[in-house]
């Protein structure tokens, strides 16, 4: 039953309450409730506890998990078992190992961060995120900082942001009075998407193997056009497949909620029910982690690539996001009393403005070589980032800051604090699914994550930007004489300022491009383009104000994203050589040495060879265009490692090797289609998308 296995393999709240003594219970509770420092001779007992709880369970070893700059996790299996005389053993586990860990971590990126003298990193409990067993291992959910205690991973700066956003959210709340509030902390529900492929047709193509995605690929005949794929019947093998998945997902106590096909042929998505961020970060890495594993038990492979087929939809992440208080109070819920309402349109209002003066930064948090495929040129959504609110909210925005009458039930103007907002409904029919960052009734759902990241770096901006403009609103409000008047000023001086945000069409008509353009809103079309702003100083001001990242920490990951980048692309591209050096170009100029011979033969006969001798000629001729650009690719990689900078590499990438790429590719696709099937080196495009059944 699910309500047995649900959470059985997690240290969680009942399990603690159950095997902890009461005091150390409270303590622990005290430590995970309100920060408060964790006493050593509690995490003792703890770990003591959590010890015969996983030995029981039979694990033998425990990990401390953390998620380094990789975009993946880490960890590094110790087993409990400690020397006894008599040549026994014991099995123990302390406080200060559940507590604090020391990997070596010279081998993860650092961005400079760590020299390698001091190569150790350590890393530390966030007990607000329960302590699981995963695959017969303890793992303890850490962060993982350097000796300096800089962040060296993702999970540090998203627990700085929640602090931040805090710490601004209470100042704001306090001055409505909300006295019983003494948390706030955001809330996200990510929805993944993914595509399943037979395991037999990966193994059969290096791209997929080596880079995530097809480099190569003629269009299948049949593709998503008949939008029959969609929410369509989930077949056996795949059906099998999710049930293996939420079972695997339910004893970590992932509440993996909904699962769907998507657009694309073999593309599916999972969405889980929302909770703390935190929570939801470390929840959606071990999901993507199942995924994968459960996936080869079934024959299968998961690929979580943002871009794995050309010509057929990508996969992203929808990060749906709100702010809650310990009370239960959803801020960007539409209230029923005026203050209520108040309260509601100032947390919106502080959302508006983050996300029009950091554009460039929810763009950067999204940004990877893969996830260009899908925001670029190539496949909507587009890379500007716009808000959508539906038609009825931005009526009522527009009222308050024009002072005209809404033209509601009400007919009169709008007062801030003293009328009742008009009833607006959440707007099912008018769900507008192309917007990047779209309100819909009681949170935000920004849709530009790629599907492979870790969805840490797009909350950790998240929460600091609408941290900043919390500070900002505080700072008036908290010294203003008249409360009210002057947040009504505040609401509609906020609105008239970043209106042009706002943006309720439809975001993938070419015709948005050009408005935005007139707005004034940024286009980043690639990695390195929104990159280029990340150190802008108004971001690093931000960040350091708020004591999320230094600027060490910052210019780090500045470095290390720009070098996945041209990393990535530099692996792409030397797969496709060697697919064109050493299968293509073989295995087609083979074919062509035998349609040579059969059309000789069929001459000596005297027979018609209009066929063979076309097909001869094209296929020459390709492969000579094939060879010249596969040459052209290779001395362009070549070229490239005179590049004075990482910068100027990345540039590099992003124009000419993808040029050469995308040329050598043209060929190769065109090569496929008039090349017979049993010479062609690689499963097609329509035998790995319709393979599943
Ligand atoms: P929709 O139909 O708009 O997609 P759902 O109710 O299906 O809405 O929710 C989509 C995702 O949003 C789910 O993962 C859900 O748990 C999450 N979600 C709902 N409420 C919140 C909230 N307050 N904060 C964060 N995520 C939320
Ligand atoms: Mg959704």
Redesign the pocket.
């Known amino acids: 039953m699910v309500t047995d296995i649900f959470s059985s393999m997690v240290f969680d709240d009942a399990t603690m309450e159950a095997r902890l003594p009461k005091e150390t219970y409270k303590a622990l509770q005290r430590t995970i409730k309100l920060g408060k420092h964790l006493d050593m001779n509690v995490a003792t007992v703890v770990a003591n506890a959590m010890k015969d709880w996983a030995i029981e369970k039979g694990v033998t070893h425990y990990t401390h998990w953390f998620q380094p700059m990789t975009g993946v996790t880490a960890e590094k299996h110790d087993s409990f078992i400690s020397p006894k005389a008599g040549g026994k053993v014991i099995m123990e586990f302390s406080g200060k190992e559940l507590i604090q860990g020391e990997p070596d971590a010279s081998s993860f990126p650092s961005g400079g961060l760590r020299a390698t003298f001091e190569a150790r990193g350590y890393t530390a409990w966030d007990a607000t995120s329960y302590a699981f067993i995963k695959d017969g291992v303890l793992c303890i959910p850490t962060v993982f900082c350097s000796y300096g205690g800089e962040a060296l991973d993702q999970k540090t700066a998203l627990l700085r942001s929640m602090e931040a956003i805090n710490r601004q959210a209470l100042r704001v709340l306090k001055l409505f009075g909300n006295a019983d509030v003494t948390s706030v902390k955001t ?5 993944q998407e993914y595509f399943l492929v037979d395991k037999a047709m990966f193994d059969k193509r290096k791209d997929l193997i080596y880079t995530g995605r097809t480099l190569f690929g003629a269009k299948a005949p049949k593709g998503q056009e008949l939008d029959d794929h969609y929410f369509g019947a989930i077949k056996p093998r795949v059906a099998a497949y999710m049930k293996d998945l939420n079972e695997e997902l339910w004893k970590l106590g992932v509440l993996a ?2 699962e769907h096909n998507e657009v694309a042929p073999a593309q599916h998505e999972m ?4 909770t703390t961020t935190n929570i939801a970060a470390d929840h959606n890495q071990l999901t993507m982690e199942l995924m994968r594993k459960v996936a080869q038990r079934h024959g299968l492979v998961c690929l979580l690539h943002e871009k794995p087929f050309d010509g057929v939809n990508g996969s992203g992440k929808h990060n ?3 702010i ?1 208080t310990d009370t239960g109070v ?1 801020l ?1 819920e539409p209230g029923e009393t005026p203050y209520e309402n108040a309260q509601f349109l100032l947390f919106l209002c502080a959302v508006i403005k983050a996300v029009d003066e950091y554009q460039d930064l929810l763009r950067i948090s999204v940004a990877s070589a893969g996830n260009d495929h899908r925001l670029g040129a190539n496949e909507a959504p587009p890379a500007i980032v716009s808000m959508f609110l539906g038609s009825d909210l931005s009526e009522i925005l527009e009222a308050i800051e024009k002072d005209t009458p809404y033209d509601g039930k009400e007919k009169e103007l709008l007062r801030i604090g003293v009328h009742t907002l008009p009833k607006f409904q959440r707007d099912a029919t008018d ?1 507008n699914r192309t917007s990047p960052f779209a309100f ?4 935000f ?1 920004f849709r530009m994550l790629g599907s492979a990241e870790s969805i840490s770096c797009t909350n950790t901006v998240l929460n600091t930007i609408v941290a900043e403009e919390l500070r900002q609103f505080a700072d008036i409000l908290e010294g203003a004489e008249d409360f009210e008047g002057a947040m009504h000023d505040l609401i509609r001086k906020t609105i008239r300022d970043h209106k042009r945000i706002i943006f309720n069409g439809d975001g993938y008509d070419a015709s948005w491009v050009e408005e935005a353009e007139r707005r004034g809103l940024l286009n980043l079309k690639s990695t390195p383009d929104a990159l280029a702003h990340m150190l802008d100083k108004k971001n690093v001001d931000l960040f350091v104000s708020h004591k999320v990242y230094s600027e060490a920490e910052l210019t780090a990951r500045h470095e290390v994203k720009l070098e996945n980048y041209s990393k990535i692309i530099n692996i792409e591209a030397q797969t496709m050589l060697d697919m064109t050096w050493r299968d293509v170009l073989p295995a087609v100029s083979g074919y062509t040495a035998t349609l040579t011979e059969r059309l000789q033969a069929k001459k000596a006969l005297g027979l018609a060879v209009d066929y063979e001798e076309e097909l001869n000629r094209k296929l020459s001729a390709l492969l000579a265009s094939a060879y010249r650009a596969a040459g052209k690719l290779e001395k362009d990689l070549l070229d490239s490692k005179s590049a004075p900078d990482a910068e100027a590499l990345a540039d590099v990438f992003k124009t000419t090797i993808l040029d050469d790429m995308r040329d050598l590719r043209i060929v190769v696709d065109t090569m496929e289609t008039v090349t017979p099937a049993d010479v062609w080196p690689y499963p097609s495009y329509g035998e790995i998308l319709f393979g599943v059944r």
Do not use: D, H, Q
Request: glycine share 8%.
């Open positions: 809330t996200v529900g990510p929805e909620k909904t969405a889980p029910i929302f749906n996001w709100s809650s959803n960007l769900r819909t009734g009681n949170k759902e």
